[in-house]
């Protein structure tokens, strides 16, 4: 992935990369009614893809950083929806890893529409050494 390309999924479903650095990463989304529930607001996988794109990128951008070349699939990811989001209106999502060993990496996201928290995450990454 390069600084300036959201991965394959996130692009399909409209992301676009904002920042990385082995600080973090950002990007944005202007959802749409397409990617709404049958209530009329965002749907939660929607925002879930969202969290898990900024959780796993940023525990990437951090091992690159650090010279490393390593995948760190998700082991688990627990989602808070703190707010109902709406479509039409721009999303920025936030991701930074916390810490990053051997085989284990942690990270944290959050989604924001406006000044609003919609969602956060924490998540956990297991180290797979390329090939």
């Known amino acids: 992935m390069s600084e300036t390309t959201a991965p394959d999924l996130g692009a399909h479903l409209g992301f676009s990369a904002v920042s990385?650095?082995?600080?973090?990463?950002?990007l944005e989304v202007?959802?749409?009614?397409?990617?709404?529930?049958g209530s009329g607001i965002l749907h939660g996988g929607f925002l879930s893809a969202v969290l898990d794109s900024v959780t796993g990128w940023s525990v990437h951008?951090?091992?690159?950083?650090?010279?490393?070349?390593?995948m760190w699939p998700h082991?688990?990811?627990?989602?808070?929806?703190v707010k109902a989001a709406v479509p039409g209106e721009r999303l920025l999502?936030?991701?930074?890893?916390r810490s990053q060993g051997g085989r284990i990496a942690t990270a944290?996201?959050?989604?924001?529409?406006?000044?609003i928290v919609v969602a956060r995450a924490t998540s956990t990454h297991a180290r797979v050494?390329?090939?």
Do not use: F
Not at 30 to 37: F, L, S, T
Not at 93 to 97: I, S
């Open 129 to 131: 050494a390329p090939s």
């Open 20 to 26: 990385e650095s082995g600080e973090g990463v950002e």
């Open 108 to 115: 944290e996201g959050e989604v924001r529409q406006g000044d």
């Open 75 to 81: 082991v688990q990811m627990n989602v808070q929806y």
């Open 61 to 70: 951008a951090r091992d690159q950083a650090a010279g490393g070349s390593s």
């Open 30 to 37: 202007m959802p749409g009614p397409e990617h709404c529930n």
């Open 93 to 97: 999502a936030r991701g930074w890893c």
